[in-house]
């Protein structure tokens, strides 16, 4: 009986058997079912509408708390001081914040935090400051152009403001033109003068000033006093009159720190305290922004008016926070807010919500599940706060629900279980067995079809060296020229053959374990070129071009430089056979620090992105390949892959089926240390 007939035979008998495992499955399941829905649906039924009017309860006292909580910030929106009412009775709400039109934040780093007041450049700039500013960037002399900034800086006619910025300008060209001295003179007199001069500035702001002071006093070599400068840029900036939160903080952070690490100074307590406080606002800070950026502009756009229940961001619940925020009425002024918000601590309020459920008589031992709440044991949800609050539903431990539903449900649950287990483990057993008839299938098919495209790539090699050596020794060739070309032709045929015998034994090394590789510390720059200069002669009698990036000299790596010729020919070859007449080949070798990459790329007939993933497998052809008339044993892919894994590298593809594709080795780079040879599978 033929090999077909007999897999058909076996896979009937396999469906038939899947069919009754099935069958036997699902009549356990059903029995199954229906004993725990008889026992749990009543139970379950009650436990939810308890549950239900639980939450509604809840959730009105949720809305009654923000309404007052945001009645109480909207009343706040013309003062300085940001804070929640004493009488405030919800546990939960904590660090009030608002959102202004402009962007900016205000309240979020501080407890009763004063409002940002941005100072906004409402004159522009006078004559004398644009032209001693301009002359000051220009290729004048520099004593004219510090001539130009004192005069600007001292000019009666010029606001303290304009003034300021002048030296300010003055300082930057000492620091320039190497004069840190006087530049560190002018930032301590800005820094001296009284706070009313720089109170209404954008630019220099104190912190400003600190920094450039601090960063000359590093370059004069004065670097005991750069600590103490920073802190005071740090009081400045906690004195000022439009404290702005942890972002302005953040940053200044981030420029002492620096300066002092560059110095190998130590960091003054005022300066670790800060920075201990922003890292701690961190999460809260993203959670803001992100409703500043995504949410409220999302919520503005879908909404002509405001609604008038807050919104909710989980954006940071896995630091146990979440944001309640609420828009507010559209404004023109760059100063009037835009949402108002506070920050919820969702530990608290779930300690809250049980308080509240545990003082009813009907809760039982009904919880609060959040986000935020990763209680160890397992919990069941029995209703939700509704959509306002999805994450924050009503539920009961899942021992404390078995224990309701008693010891009866087990032995059904028992068997049941081991039903489903004895019938997937027949089904998934016969689904093996289908599978491993239908390789063996594949695997024999694939092999016949490779014994005759061996077979035939074998005959036309053996067939053109007979033909030129019959010729040869007939001595019909008159020429000198002519026997040059059939010698070339033999030497030419015999290494295709060479190569094709070799791929064949390599490949049965390596399936029979039997393959080894003497990995040795090499520059593979020389052996690429050479392999290509051997394989030119055949691209240019197929009409190819070949584009060649490789350089006289690549990182060491570790190699067989034997198995990565061959590895390199495998490719060099399918591009050829697998694209036009005409085509175009580039081949490349460069290095990204941590790996050699050899890039191999044409402009054939591509691989689908199904069969990216098959190309490796032992004697595998694609479709495509097939169609296109080529014969190949499907190895090349297959050993090169091989190849790859003994050198510890990866193979990496690219490819549009119509466009080309490219194949890129990569090779991992030599370390001091020798690697030990590895072996091929």
């Known amino acids: 009986m033929p090999v077909r007939n007999k897999i058909r035979i076996y896979e009937t008998a396999i469906w038939v058997s899947i069919v009754v495992c099935l069958g036997l499955c699902s009549l356990g399941a059903y029995l199954t079912y229906k004993q725990y829905r008889d026992m749990g649906v009543l139970l379950y039924a009650s436990r939810k509408t308890v549950s239900r009017e639980l939450a509604d309860s809840l959730r009105l006292q949720i809305r009654n708390l923000e309404k007052e909580t945001f009645k109480s910030l909207s009343s706040q929106d013309k003062e300085e001081l940001l804070t929640l009412p004493p009488e405030n009775k919800a546990p939960f709400f904590h660090m009030p914040f608002r959102i202004l039109a402009d962007g900016e934040i205000e309240g979020i780093g501080r407890t009763s935090l004063v409002g940002r007041r941005l100072a906004r450049e409402i004159e522009p700039p006078p004559a004398e400051y644009r032209q001693a500013v301009r002359l000051s960037h220009s290729s004048a002399p ?82 005991k006093a750069v600590p103490e400068v920073l802190s005071k840029g740090l009081a400045f900036l906690d004195s000022s009159p439009r404290k702005t939160g942890s972002y302005r903080r953040e940053a200044y952070l981030q420029g002492s720190l620096r300066i002092l690490q560059a110095r190998g100074l130590e960091i003054p307590r005022e300066l670790k305290d800060a920075r201990k406080e922003i890292e701690l606002l961190k999460p809260i800070a993203a959670a803001v922004k992100h409703v500043r950026d ?83 044991e397992e919990m069941i949800p029995f209703a939700s706060l509704g959509i306002e609050f999805p994450y924050i539903s009503i539920g009961q431990a899942k021992a404390e629900w078995e224990e309701h539903l008693g010891a009866a449900r087990r032995p059904f649950a028992i068997a049941g279980l081991l039903s489903g ?28 079809e490779f014994v005759a495209n061996v077979s035939h790539e074998l005959k036309t090699p053996l067939s053109l060296i007979k033909l030129c050596s019959e010729t040869l020794q007939l001595n019909r060739l008159k020429s000198e020229e002519k026997r040059q070309e059939y010698f070339e032709v033999i030497n030419r045929e015999s290494d295709r053959l060479g190569h094709l015998i070799g791929n064949v034994l ?31 002669l055949q691209l240019k009698e197929q009409d190819f071009t070949c584009r060649r990036e490789i350089p006289s000299s690549l990182p060491a790596v570790m190699a067989d430089e034997e198995a990565v010729a061959q590895a390199f020919i495998n490719l060099l070859q399918n591009a050829v056979r697998y694209s036009p007449d005409k085509g175009e080949i580039s081949v490349r070798g460069s290095s990204n620090g941590k790996s050699l990459l050899l890039s191999v790329t044409d402009t054939g007939i591509g691989i689908a992105q199904e069969d990216q993933e098959k190309i490796w497998d032992d004697y595998y ?57 590895e072996n091929g599978r």
Request: charge should be positive; charged fraction near 25%; proline fraction near 5%.
């Open 294 to 376: 995504v949410s409220l502009p999302r919520e503005l756009s879908s909404r002509t008016q405001p609604s008038s229940s807050p919104r909710w961001s989980l954006r940071g619940y896995r630091n146990n926070i979440a944001i309640a925020w609420k828009p507010a009425a559209s404004a023109s002024s760059s100063r009037m807010t835009r949402a108002r918000g506070v920050v919820v601590d969702l530990g608290k309020m779930r300690q809250h919500l049980n308080q509240e459920l545990a003082s009813s008589a009907d809760s039982g031992s009904l919880r609060v599940l959040m986000p935020s709440s990763a209680s160890k």
């Open 421 to 448: 287990v004895l019938g997937l483990t027949l089904v998934g057993g016969l689904l093996i067995l289908r599978r491993a008839l239908r390789r063996e299938l594949k695997l024999a098919r694939m092999k016949t």
């Open 142 to 223: 520099l004593e004219r152009k510090i001539k130009a900034l004192k005069d600007a800086s001292q000019r009666p006619s010029l606001s303290s403001a304009w003034q300021v910025r002048a030296r300010t300008q003055l300082a930057a060209l000492y620091k320039k033109h190497q004069r840190p001295a006087e530049a560190e003179t002018i930032y301590s007199q800005i820094l001296e003068a009284p706070a009313s001069a720089m109170a209404n500035l954008a630019w220099p702001t104190p912190e400003q000033i600190s920094l450039a002071r601090a960063e000359t006093l590093a370059a004069l070599n004065r670097g």
């Open 506 to 536: 390599n490949f049965s090394r390596i399936d029979a374990g039997k393959k080894s590789y003497e990995l040795k510390r090499a520059d593979l720059a020389p052996l690429l070129n050479q392999t290509l200069d051997a394989y030119l």
């Open 621 to 677: 052809r694609t479709a495509e390949a097939r169609a296109l008339g080529t014969r190949g044993s499907g190895l090349g892919l297959s050993l090169v892959s091989h190849i790859m894994e003994a050198h510890q590298g990866k193979i990496l593809l690219t490819s549009t089926p119509g466009t080309g594709s490219e194949f890129t080795l990569v090779f991992p780079l030599a370390n001091e240390k020798e690697m030990e040879p």
